[in-house]
């Protein structure tokens, strides 16, 4: 099983980037999805996160700003990140997970200058 991660970027505060993420080798509608954010020194903190049912949890400092969402079909989940803030900048990593099965992207570079 792989998640594959694309859409990462530099961009300007208040520009906008939309992340996917591609489960393979496994079908990702049984899977809770979630996007984590991490940078060096700390350890990774939930942005966003969607169950199999479509139930949403986000992270306080993104709320009213990004934006969860999955296509099964196409076993892909996306970020939609906009009014990026210079504190957004670090690692986002793809977290696919049931039961014991709990799967990791590699990370992809998000870095919002100004």
């Known amino acids: 099983v792989q998640l594959v991660e694309s859409g990462g970027g530099s961009v300007r505060p208040g520009e906008s980037l939309r992340l996917s993420c591609r489960t393979v080798?496994?079908?990702?509608?049984?899977?809770?999805m979630a996007w984590y954010h991490q940078v060096p020194g700390e350890e990774r903190e939930l942005v966003a996160r969607?169950?199999?049912?479509?139930?949403?949890l986000y992270g306080e400092s993104v709320k009213g700003r990004f934006t969860i969402s999955r296509d099964n079909d196409k076993n892909t989940v996306f970020l939609q990140m906009n009014n990026l803030r210079p504190e957004d900048t670090g690692t986002y990593f793809c977290?696919?997970?049931?039961?014991?099965?709990?799967?990791w992207g590699q990370g992809i570079q998000v870095t919002v200058f100004s």
């Open positions: 080798g496994t079908a990702a509608s049984i899977y809770n």
């Open positions: 969607i169950s199999p049912e479509r139930e949403l």
């Open positions: 977290n696919a997970k049931v039961a014991f099965w709990d799967y």
